[in-house]
């Protein structure tokens, strides 16, 4: 079997946290069927690009499917701290494997928990979001590059962020208020447009912005010009937070 | 290995180490706490780069054919190393399937290495309830899973009962006759006394010296121990006055049986020093003997030695 394929299954197997995966699921069901539906009332619907009118909670449905790729990018973070407080970091690495592969096998990892994930969200949100849902090629192109490069980026976050902090308990309270700082920078709940100019400035800044706003322009056949200047930026986004996550391994001592 | 050494900063952690192990050796690698065995240990698997120096392990070259090398090696770590998520078996399985271990011939040495080692009590359990002795067997047995031609293992009894530890050390020895190399880092000398062919003695990043346990013994064990006991118990002052005689290289007090054990080159001259020092606090030699050097005395010489040579660690 490939390197690359043995280090992911084994990074699946011994490093993730059905509970954790579990209460990772859950979190944006509850957005989509609590929160949407309470302020689906008060909102009317609104254009979301290209003429498309959407209601607030088959917009936030669509954001909350996006906010797994953010919990699975936490899960790269986690696989690390688990690798280097076990002993299993340096163990892999005197093995018949490169640094670059274990890396890698993170980020590929977190890609199988990030889409899957989002799949799943997905599949459970298809009675609010299938309502307006068609699928086209274009459309499955632009969720599919939506959900890889917001993986990737928080993945390669979560690595770096892993690297720099000293302790898992450090770690999990950073990322957890990174990752808040990025949801609610982002279009995940409101459109950037309603927002305060600060605000807005950020949520251009963040890539979780363009993940959702590619994958809401994918879901709901919403794209624009804009949306290949959306996803150019993402992917710029996520190749440098990789090299950055990628320089910061280099320097973790062993 | 020629002049390898490793610098952390301005902290040299090993310094131009040289030596050549034989294939099929055990090669023991003595030395103090924080005298640079595991750095040498983390060099010689590729994780850490020298800076500078030059090693060939197993035929291939350290700075250039790192991944040779750790296809061809196994490591048992001094610090704990498992997969938190898995039970023993499962853990071993995927420790092997990382290997590229086919999966039937997998099952058959974890069948064999779990019963051999002793571990079917605990084969079932989460290895993040193991005890520390039952995760220590667990990294050994999973390392025979893959297939090596060196073993490094660092301090690989620590937490051991001696029950387990001599059916360790009697599977490393089976191990070696069917041609296992086996690089050997341990605090416990009667273990290197047991396993290796030869031993290196390392101290402050430096190499003391490179023979057989016997000739360390021989030519560093000139050293006799003398062992008496006091009619009156344990006495400080005559302990204080014995460890700063010239001829006493070290004096240890065995608190609970009341037996003390001065290592020393010229037991001729230590024997009365001990009646005097007796006499002159009104005490009572009840029992003396001189036993024979062991590998430990030997071990602390050399290092002493070394240490009164230099104690700044420059030559």
């Known amino acids: 079997m490939n390197s690359y394929l043995r280090l992911v299954y084994r990074n699946l197997r011994a490093n993730l946290d059905r509970a954790s995966l579990f209460f990772e699921l859950i979190f944006p069901l509850f957005f989509i069927f609590v929160q949407g539906f309470g302020i689906n009332g008060i909102v009317p619907p609104f254009d979301i690009g290209n003429g498309t009118f959407v209601s607030y909670s088959l917009f936030l449905a669509a954001g909350a499917v996006t906010l797994t790729v953010i919990n699975g990018g936490t899960n790269a973070g986690t696989q690390l701290w688990f690798d280097r407080k076990n002993g299993m970091f340096e163990q892999i690495l005197m093995g018949p494997f490169t640094r670059a592969q274990y890396i890698l096998s993170i980020i590929l990892a977190t890609l199988i928990i990030g889409v899957a994930g989002s799949l799943l969200v997905f599949v459970f949100a298809y009675p609010v979001v299938g309502a307006r849902f068609v699928f086209t090629l274009g459309g499955g192109l632009l969720i599919a590059a939506a959900l890889f490069l917001g993986t990737v980026f928080f993945g390669a976050f979560a690595i770096a962020l892993s690297v720099a902090l000293k302790s898992s308990e450090t770690f999990q309270v950073v990322s957890t208020f990174a990752f808040f700082v990025f949801l609610f920078t982002s279009t995940v709940f409101f459109p950037a447009s309603s927002a305060p100019a600060a605000i807005r400035t950020v949520s251009m800044l963040n890539p979780l912005t363009y993940t959702t706003d590619i994958f809401r322009a994918g879901l709901f056949g919403s794209a624009t010009a804009l949306t290949s200047i959306e996803l150019a930026v993402l992917a710029v986004e996520a190749a440098g937070m990789f090299i950055v996550a990628v320089l910061a391994f280099r320097r973790i001592r062993v | ?315």
């Open chain 2, 1 to 315: 290995m020629q002049e390898l050494s490793k610098h952390f900063g301005s902290n040299v952690a090993v310094d131009r180490v040289s030596f050549d192990i034989d294939r099929s050796e055990v090669f023991g690698f003595l030395g103090p706490n924080g005298a640079g065995k595991t750095t040498t240990i983390k060099m010689l698997t590729t994780l850490l780069p020298p800076s500078s120096g030059r090693a060939v392990v197993l035929g291939h070259d350290l700075r250039t054919e790192g991944r040779k090398i750790r296809q061809q090696i196994g490591v048992v770590q001094q610090q704990d190393s498992f997969d938190q998520g898995l039970s023993v078996e499962t853990s071993m399985d995927i420790y092997g399937m990382l290997w590229d271990v086919p999966k039937a011939e997998r099952r058959r040495k974890i069948e064999d290495l779990v019963h051999r080692l002793g571990m079917e009590e605990f084969r079932k359990k989460p290895t993040i309830d193991l005890s520390s002795g039952q995760r220590r067997r667990l990294q050994v047995a999973r390392e025979f899973i893959h297939d090596m031609d060196l073993l490094f293992l660092d301090e690989p009894t620590v937490g051991l009962d001696p029950m387990v530890r001599r059916t360790l050390l009697d599977f490393f020895k089976e191990k070696v006759h069917e041609g296992l190399t086996i690089f050997f880092t341990t605090h416990i000398l009667e273990e290197a006394e047991y396993l290796c062919d030869r031993l290196a003695v390392i101290n402050q990043g430096r190499i003391v010296d490179v023979d057989t346990p016997e000739n360390l013994k021989r030519r560093f064990g000139s050293a006799k121990a003398v062992e008496f006991k006091l009619l009156q118990g344990t006495s400080k002052e005559l302990a204080s006055s014995l460890s700063s005689f010239v001829g006493v290289t070290r004096l240890v007090e065995d608190g609970g049986a009341g037996v003390y054990r001065a290592t020393t080159a010229r037991p001729e001259s230590v024997i009365p020093e001990i009646y005097r020092q007796a006499e002159r606090l009104g005490l009572t030699v009840s029992s003396i003997y001189i036993s024979e050097t062991t590998l430990e005395d030997a071990f602390i010489n050399l290092v002493t030695e070394d240490d009164k040579t230099d104690p700044t660690g420059a030559r």
